[in-house]
């Protein structure tokens, strides 16, 4: 799905602001039909949750409604009028006036309602969104509502990062002309020094047969290095200048759609769209132990984030986002992962443009019913169990998998498909789930690597899908959640098991979750958990591991900052595993990855540039 551009031929209104917001339980029935009678008044981009100083609102399991008008400007008599949302965390129903115009599921990818002839040029019309934050077996994530002794719903959920609902991002009514360009494609490859560049448009709308297609692609200085016809072609880019992690180098591909002429002659008339896709020159290869990009080994550094601010929960801001990206620079950190679902288009769009390396995953996070059983010591209930994960879980994780390609697939930044966080990778049925969705992934996109994150009780022995993929990502908490306090033996058990992922598969090997929640503050001369000190003797020690291993590619500090969680007796306040405090307060550990990073450069330990 393209991302919302203006182009001459193409208009956008922001409808960001104050929305009218309501509880379900107290907006009457059938919201859409009328003003919403409300006191209650909430931002867009935004969560919900914290904005309001009650309870009720915070703790609420079901539908809320949203409502403002909108004017759509008089000018776009003729065009198309498309009301497009970032997303709508989790569930949305779209209504015009009186009239439903877009449902979607999934709380982390856009979608669109096509206005056009329901809403009117020059006239106002009444915009209500139903958003429900409800998980179930059949959401990615997943959840269970229970009903408790006193009638209210509770959600619960398995992973570990607050439900954060609402309007999150920003939403834009756009026009387009009657035929336009629908999407667009770009594949990067590099023939010596010149850059290959395939590309595919599709046109929709009227009359597509009488329209011609015509692309350039123009370089940063705004020349035109090269020009093809027809709805999908090669560009050669003499003398190309590739996009580099920390180099960041854009062209934009502008194609129009030509009309024809009085005479009939296609191509040879008025433009009557034009979109512009930005792209960066850059290949990415998995080759025996080796991450390349561009052809040089590629080491990451970085962290997995969350998109969690303080009162606006998981709502875009670019603010955080501008100050987010300054800190991982400050840290020396090269790349971060989507953890754990698909951040704002905003912030891809940033991350093409600075040169920072992107792990894009999928809202699939929670696939893991034994992590339940290991802390609460009951039995573990099988994840992939047809009752549980393994009906229609995963044909909802193949739309969701489907979106995401489809919105980020042009993204130079992204190099890699992150399938699914901590799955039960270790129970019978995981091959049975994940091989369709391999399948999907590489057929979606066959130029970039998958990988999923393997939770700790999944073991280079009981493992069953890691031959699947490209690159093992191992998340391990040797030092926390096990053998917490003793780095020693923490630093033995780590090795083996990482040495154990390595020989096994004989693929590339990276941490993508290690870390230790640290209270800003605590001090100490020992090992103490949650002390500063202990948070960066401990990531100390699992830099020596992987210093030691010449097949490890990588390394993704849990977390960048704290960040908010449901309540419960392992969590106060939230997450502490932060480099940064909530509010991007530096811990001292964040002092010691800067000395580390700054002096890799990107590459492995010992490795020369150039090597
Ligand atoms: C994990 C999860 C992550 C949690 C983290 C923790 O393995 O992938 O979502 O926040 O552990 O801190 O426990």
């Not at 909108?70 to 997303?87: I, Y």
């Not at 990067?188 to 020094?193: E, I, L, Q, W």
């Not at 850059?195 to 020349?223: N, Q, T």
């Not at 008025?270 to 896709?277: A, R």
């Amino acid at each position: 799905m393209l991302s919302p551009r203006t182009s001459p031929t193409r208009d956008i209104v922001s409808l960001d602001g104050l929305w009218r917001f309501a509880l379900d339980t107290h907006a009457g029935a059938a919201p859409w039909t009328s003003r919403l009678l409300s006191p209650l008044e909430a931002p867009v981009p935004a969560s919900y949750n914290d904005l309001f100083v009650d309870a009720e609102i915070r703790d609420h399991v079901g539908v809320v409604w949203y409502q403002r008008e909108v004017r759509v400007p008089r000018g776009w008599a003729g065009e198309r009028v498309v009301l497009r949302f970032g997303s709508v965390t989790h569930a949305a129903q779209v209504y015009a006036d009186d009239r439903l115009v877009a449902e979607h599921t999934g709380g982390y990818t856009p979608f669109e309602a096509d206005l056009t002839g329901i809403v009117h040029p020059g006239a106002e019309f009444r915009l209500t969104v139903g958003v429900d934050n409800r998980l179930t077996n059949e959401t990615i994530p997943p959840g269970t509502v229970t009903t408790g002794p006193d009638g209210r719903e509770r959600q619960s959920y398995l992973h570990d990062f607050y439900n954060y609902a609402g309007i999150a991002r920003p939403v834009r009514l756009c026009s387009t002309p009657p035929t336009f360009v629908e999407d667009v494609t770009v594949v990067t490859g590099r023939d010596g020094a010149a850059g290959i560049v395939e590309y595919r448009a599709e046109v929709a709308g009227e009359a597509v047969d009488a329209i011609a297609v015509r692309v350039r692609a123009v370089d940063e200085a705004g020349r035109i290095v090269a020009e093809a016809h027809g709805p999908e072609g090669v560009l050669r880019i003499e003398d190309v200048t590739l996009w580099r992690p920390g180099a960041a180098y854009l062209y934009d591909l502008v194609v129009e759609l030509v009309a024809e002429d009085e005479t009939g002659a296609t191509g040879a008339g008025e433009v009557v769209d034009s979109y512009t896709q930005p792209f960066g020159v850059r290949t990415v290869e998995v080759r025996g132990t080796e991450f390349l990009i561009n052809g040089e080994p590629f080491y990451f550094t970085g962290f997995g984030k969350h998109e969690d601010t303080l009162v606006r929960g998981k709502g875009h801001d670019d603010a955080y986002l501008v100050h987010d990206f300054q800190l991982l620079q400050w840290t020396g950190a090269n790349s971060f992962r989507t953890s754990h679902y698909p951040y704002a288009e905003e912030v891809l769009d940033f991350a093409d443009r600075h040169g920072i390396v992107v792990i894009d995953e999928t809202a699939a996070v929670g696939l893991n019913l034994g992590v339940m059983g290991g802390l609460t010591g009951q039995a573990p209930t099988p994840t992939f169990a047809p009752e549980n994960f393994g009906g229609i879980t995963g044909d909802v994780h193949a739309q969701h998998l489907r979106e995401l390609i489809e919105r980020d697939k042009n993204h130079p930044s992204v190099v890699m498909w992150c399938l699914a966080n901590e799955p039960a990778s270790n129970e019978d049925g995981a091959r049975e789930y994940f091989e369709p969705l391999v399948e999907l992934a590489r057929k979606l996109d066959p130029t970039r690597p998958l990988t999923y994150a393997a939770v700790m009780f999944a073991t280079p022995q009981n493992d069953q899908i890691g031959d699947l993929f490209d690159v093992l990502s191992i998340n391990r908490y040797y030092g926390w959640y096990l053998f917490t306090g003793d780095l020693a033996t923490a630093e033995q058990y780590l090795e083996k098991d990482l040495r154990g992922w390595v020989r096994r598969f004989g693929k590339p090997v990276m941490m993508s979750e290690y870390g230790a929640d640290t209270q800003p503050g605590l001090h100490s001369v020992w090992d103490t958990p949650w002390s500063e000190e202990y948070q960066s003797d401990y990531l100390a020690m699992y830099h020596r591991v992987f210093d030691r291993i010449s097949e490890f590619i990588g390394e993704h500090v849990w977390n960048f900052a704290d960040f908010q969680t449901s309540a419960g007796i392992h969590r106060v306040d939230g997450n502490k595993k932060g480099v940064f405090t909530r509010d991007r307060k530096p811990k001292t550990a964040a002092f010691a990855l800067r000395g580390r990073w700054h002096g890799l450069g990107g590459r492995k330990p010992g490795q020369a540039a150039g090597d």
